[in-house]
């Protein structure tokens, strides 16, 4: 059956001279709105990692310097103006040898005092005697009370004690005046110096500083990676960094309990047994030692994020670019890195910058991926 159209004419409906057009242009709108494109999905740039466990007992070596095991600061026990400093820095010193000097003057007038003192006690401890001893003869004849002859007993003893008392200032007085000459009391080679020549120091200011011949360190910056992973007894060789030939073995014997501030590195010393004559102090050295056969994960801190209160990474999906979050096990950490003891493996990529502007499933592009 056809269907038959009626046609409709616009001077049956007045005003359809405008609505025809108007509903043209809808149409029209409406087929351009339906050819723009979707705007593409934002890509954010980022920097990642992949992982790579280090590999099983690995030999790191760190480079360090040669100091004593003992360095003594030399000081003053009484302040004064420093006269004269013999030694300087580089000086092999002999225990008892004399180094510095302060200004005497005001130590030798306390000396001249307390022997005046001295004799001005002695002078009334002989008239003290001397009474005492009239005295005693008198009481026996009943010449004086007995009163009198305590008295003068009492004035005996007490000069006896005047007399003691100024015997200890001349002494006191002697031993600061010997204090103004500072002499080593150890033997070693001089590392540091300290005040000048017409300088006022105080008591306990270091003058120089010796270190101590014999036993000697190798102390490295070791990072805390690196002290994490190195087993309970390691077996340290020390080389000269001038001579690789020259080398002795070595023992941990003290590990700083915290990190540098600047460096985020720890100071381990190294006892050297037996080194050779090579290995002076201030020489730099070489240390090598193997880690433990443990593989370990590390990452930059920057990569950290927080998820629900527990700590997480980007993972970067090779394949498709994206990123999603991965909650991981933290272990120890050191200035810049952090130890991951699960959830990781080797191959994942790890955004390590960016991360505060990311979101489940977007996309990225890559400035650099490190190994």
């Known amino acids: 059956m056809s269907a038959y159209v009626v046609p409709i004419r616009s001077d049956h409906f007045p005003g359809s001279r405008v609505i025809v057009p108007l509903l043209a242009a809808l149409a029209l709108l409406s087929g351009c709105q339906r050819e723009v494109e979707m705007p593409a999905p934002e890509i954010r740039p980022v920097r990642a990692l992949t992982i790579q466990k280090r590999a099983a007992g690995s030999t790191v070596a760190i480079t360090g310097n040669v100091q004593a095991q003992n360095e003594v600061n030399q000081s003053f026990r009484i302040d004064g103006r420093l006269i004269e400093r013999l030694v300087d820095v580089g000086d092999t010193v002999k ?11 005001n130590e030798e007038s306390g000396v001249q005092a307390a022997r005046a003192q001295l004799s001005a006690a002695q002078a009334r401890l002989v008239e003290a005697r001397s009474n005492y001893e009239r005295m005693r003869e008198l009481v026996v004849e009943d ?20 007399v003691e008392a100024a015997q200890s200032q001349v002494s006191l007085a002697q031993n600061r005046l010997s204090y103004t000459r500072l002499f080593s009391n150890v033997a070693g080679v001089v590392t540091v110096r300290g005040p000048e020549p017409g300088e006022v120091v105080s008591p306990g200011r270091m003058i120089v500083q010796v270190a101590r ?14 002290k994490n992973s190195a087993p309970r007894y390691p077996d340290i060789r020390v080389a000269l960094a001038s001579d690789p030939s020259v080398t002795a073995a070595g023992k941990v014997r003290e590990v700083a309990p915290r990190a540098d501030p600047v460096t985020g590195t720890f100071a381990v010393r190294v006892r050297l047994i037996d080194p050779p004559a090579a290995m002076r102090l201030g020489a730099t050295v070489t240390g090598r030692m193997t880690l433990d056969a443990t593989p370990a994960i590390e ?8 998820n629900n209160g527990k700590t997480a990474v980007w993972i970067v999906d090779p394949a498709t670019k994206t990123v999603s979050l991965r909650e991981i096990g933290v272990g120890s950490s050191g ?8 959830g990781l493996a080797d191959g994942d990529v790890v955004v390590t910058a960016g991360v505060q502007a990311l979101r489940p499933g977007q996309k990225v592009s890559l400035l650099g991926t490190a190994k």
């Open 143 to 162: 010449a004086v009370s007995r009163s009198q002859y305590d008295q003068a007993e009492a004035l005996r003893r007490t000069a006896e004690s005047q």
């Open 299 to 306: 990452i930059p801190t920057t990569a950290l994020v927080r």
């Open 213 to 226: 011949e014999g036993a000697r360190d190798a102390v490295f910056d070791v990072p805390v990676q690196v």
């Open 95 to 105: 225990s008892g040898q004399l180094i510095a000097r302060l200004d005497p003057q």
């Open 335 to 342: 200035a810049s890195t952090v130890q991951v003891t699960s």
